[in-house]
């Protein structure tokens, strides 16, 4: 599979969806550090080269090292747009 990162930047600087970042907030199964926003950085990435946009986003908790993956359309639309 072909996976282009294009980005990764502070979550604050990134814009993507709100409801990605509130899902990621909201899911209990993770810890607490990596559901805060001052900790994660955010990767796009696109899963087929001719994909218009990112449909795939990468959480990274900058506290425990913690990789999150966010796949789907409408994932990372706005963070990645070539
Ligand atoms: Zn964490």
């Known amino acids: ?3 282009e990162t294009i980005k ?3 979550l ?3 814009n993507i969806p709100r409801h990605t970042v509130d899902r990621q907030k909201a899911n209990k199964k993770i810890k607490a550090c990596c559901r805060d926003e001052n900790n994660l950085m955010v990767e796009g990435r696109k899963t087929a080269e001719d994909r218009p946009h990112t449909d795939m986003i990468v959480f990274t908790c900058t506290k425990c090292n913690c990789r999150h993956f966010v796949a789907g ?3 990372g639309a706005g963070i990645g747009k070539v």
């Open 1 to 3: 599979m072909h996976v």
């Open 8 to 10: 990764k930047i502070e």
């Open 12 to 14: 604050k600087k990134a």
């Open 73 to 75: 359309l409408d994932a």
